[in-house]
């Protein structure tokens, strides 16, 4: 191993107070060290805004994987889009650990891995040391049909299922320990496509164990991307051993990028960024995340477009629509409203996208009975994060897809991560109450970003 230090350029600030305060069983801080500080690259009102939330046991972050000391092997400095899940009192995390999120001088090497598994058994406190689950594979599936994003999910009886590029994996021990299901989500069982797959594994009451992805091609010789305008559900009812496949087309305008699940009370709901043409809403110059919903809870699923928004910037790759990201989506057994965490990756929340110096994540709710009457007009609750610098600009990060309620604390976790593309980065926990009328409160405070004078 080598060991990096967490020097980057660029003027963040510091939270020099220390602030703890007990919600429910979670124990709230707001100190965050220089290392923290210069990958989060927080602007002095939003250190201020967890200060002050820490002090009223509304939100905090705190890192769970920062690339220094035993989590940093060799040039894998980058640590990216984690994904979580639970099972009993124990917070299940995977993240990806590479040299950069391409590019970067640095090349993948043998400690390089997309599937690298954390513990707490605190509610989120510490961290175990970092396990590649590759270690628990003898040989990888042959044609697993899952390709970029890792997907998580519990069952009823506390066995844990992950679902990655390498094939299916399962633990009945609370990720400690792994097996690998060989053959499964491979060429033998699935004849539809590779796809990227969204961060969530559900359990429908009738198919079981539930995956959503979507497919894209390849094309010319400039190999430029085409997403199709379809959702694949592929399921299992043997705990992730055997799956089967099925396929909905919609309307051209819907393409859900790495569609994030979600199930309450027999319904499904599926909100995901999209790259379709018709998610661009040029008037207002923003990109609309959208939204399936079968009240049935399965196929097939109603389109519609939300008012959930990312910047549109420019014409860079990494602009457009890859100012959104992968979402979370949870119900809120306190506000008993649906809840969802969505990226700006160039921009604020809702009259804020075009000011392009910062970088967002934003909490959005809607109550079930709305999205079972057909809406799609989420409710604005406020800013959880708020980073100077847009994407590739040189910041790097987010993707909250894949956080976890923790009701008997009575708190959630979003997990994301924050750096620069060439390294470093690191994985955050950005914890809030489940009294999301009080943060809301709060976070609705929060002054406008002014543009940084060079």
């Known amino acids: 191993m080598t060991r990096k230090n967490l020097h980057v350029a660029g003027k963040c600030f510091c939270i020099m107070a220390l602030t703890m305060i007990a919600t429910g069983g979670h124990t709230m801080t707001s100190r965050l060290s220089p290392g923290d500080q210069k990958l989060l690259c927080l602007d002095a009102d939003m250190s201020e805004m967890l200060e002050s939330c820490a002090s009223r046991g509304l939100l905090e972050i705190a890192p769970v994987a920062l690339p220094e000391g035993e989590n940093l092997f060799t040039v894998n400095d980058f640590f990216g889009w984690p994904v979580a899940t639970m099972s009993g009192d124990t917070i299940i995390l995977m993240y990806c650990r590479a040299p950069a999120h391409g590019g970067g001088k640095d090349k993948p090497d043998k400690y390089s891995n997309p599937c690298v598994i954390t513990r707490s058994l605190d509610g989120g406190r510490t961290w175990s040391s970092p396990v590649a689950i590759t270690t628990f594979m003898k040989k990888r599936t042959r044609r697993c049909r899952a390709g970029f994003g890792n997907a998580f999910g519990t069952l009823p009886d506390g066995t844990v299922v992950c679902l990655t590029r390498y094939g299916v994996f399962r633990s009945r021990d609370q990720g400690a320990t792994w097996k690998h299901l060989r053959g499964a989500f491979g060429e033998q069982q699935l004849k539809g496509p590779g796809t990227n797959m969204g961060p969530r594994l559900i359990v429908h009451p009738v198919y079981g164990l539930v995956a959503a992805g979507h497919h894209e091609r390849r094309i010319g010789e400039s190999k430029t991307t085409v997403f ?187 997990f994301v991560y924050c750096g620069f593309p060439g390294g470093p980065s690191g994985i955050y926990r950005v914890t809030r109450t489940l009294n999301t009328r009080a943060l809301s409160r709060q976070l609705l405070k929060l002054p406008v970003m002014t543009v940084q004078k060079k």
Do not use: C
């Open 228 to 414: 199709e305008p379809e959702i694949w559900l592929r399921w299992s009812q043997d705990a992730g051993q055997t799956w089967s496949e099925a396929k909905q087309d919609l309307p051209k305008s819907a393409m859900p990028i790495e569609p994030a699940l979600f199930t309450h009370d027999g319904a499904t709901l599926v909100l995901a960024r999209s790259h379709g043409k018709e998610a661009l809403d040029t008037e207002n110059k923003v990109w609309r995340y959208t939204q399936l919903y079968s009240r049935t809870g399965w196929m097939p699923f109603t389109a519609s477009f939300t008012n959930i928004t990312a910047s549109q910037v420019g014409k860079n790759k990494h602009f457009g629509p890859w100012s959104q990201d992968t979402v979370e989506v949870s119900f809120n057994p306190v506000s008993k409203r649906v809840e969802a965490v969505a990226t700006n990756r160039t921009g604020g929340g809702p009259g804020r996208e075009h000011p392009t110096n910062q970088q967002t994540i934003n909490l959005w709710s809607i109550a079930p009975e709305e999205l079972a009457e057909g809406r799609s007009v989420w409710h604005f609750e406020g800013t959880l994060l708020r980073r100077r610098g847009k994407m590739f600009g040189p910041v790097d990060g987010m993707h909250p897809g894949g956080g976890v309620i923790d009701a008997k604390n009575g708190v959630a976790h979003t």
